[in-house]
């Protein structure tokens, strides 16, 4: 590519619990740009991680990815998001309780609305899980970057227990079934 190349990007955004492993996740696929952590979806302006951590100000965990459609869609990137978490906790995953890691779909267009909402009765169909699935497809309304030491968490804190018990066997296992799909 030449510097009169420009990548036509796009927005995705995600809420699949703990920002640190799906932000890891996504950023280690194909096409995918960068991912930022942040808040979505509540009511409370500029709201802090304490804040969201609370549960009161409506706002959800998220990633946000900058991708290019030329190299992943926007339905792979769905399918990576059904995976790496469980999307028929209600307002949880694992040990991670409340309604700011609730499993949502924020689309940025209706092309994204369409493609979600068809992906998501195709998962109903399959019946892959014994439990209803409970993931929100909501337009995003509102996002707010996390704190910068929020950002490639996993990376800066390798030590971390919550990073080697819970995301590290999580980012291992997506490491081998995208391996194709890896940067």
């Known amino acids: 590519m030449d510097k009169y190349t420009q990548i036509m990007t796009?927005?995705?955004?995600?809420?699949?619990?703990?920002?640190?492993?799906?932000?890891?996740?996504?950023?280690?696929?194909?096409?995918?740009?960068?991912v930022k952590p942040g808040?979505?979806?509540g009511h409370s302006e500029n709201p802090t991680y304490?804040?969201?951590?609370?549960?009161?100000?409506?706002?959800v965990e998220v990633v946000r990815i900058t991708f290019d459609p030329a190299q992943i869609s926007y339905t792979e990137l769905l399918e990576v998001f059904w995976f790496v978490h469980n999307p028929t906790h209600l307002n949880r995953q694992g040990n991670d309780i409340g309604t700011q890691y609730r499993s949502v779909v924020f689309y940025h267009n209706e092309e994204q609305r369409a493609i979600a909402e068809?992906?998501?009765e195709k998962l109903?169909?399959?019946?892959?899980?014994?439990?209803?699935?409970?993931?929100?497809?909501?337009?995003?309304?509102?996002?707010?970057?996390a704190?910068?030491?929020?950002?490639?968490?996993?990376?800066?804190?390798?030590?971390?227990?919550?990073?080697?018990?819970?995301?590290k066997p999580k980012i291992e296992k997506f490491k081998t079934v995208f391996q194709n799909q890896l940067k």
């Open 10 to 34: 796009q927005e995705a955004t995600f809420g699949a619990g703990c920002f640190w492993c799906v932000e890891h996740c996504f950023k280690l696929l194909k096409g995918v740009i960068d």
């Open 39 to 41: 808040y979505a979806g």
């Open 50 to 59: 304490e804040e969201v951590c609370t549960g009161t100000t409506g706002h």
């Open 118 to 120: 068809a992906y998501l």
């Open 124 to 145: 109903k169909a399959s019946k892959i899980w014994d439990d209803p699935i409970v993931t929100a497809i909501e337009p995003l309304t509102t996002y707010y970057e």
């Open 147 to 167: 704190e910068n030491y929020h950002h490639d968490y996993v990376i800066h804190h390798p030590e971390n227990q919550y990073c080697q018990m819970i995301v």
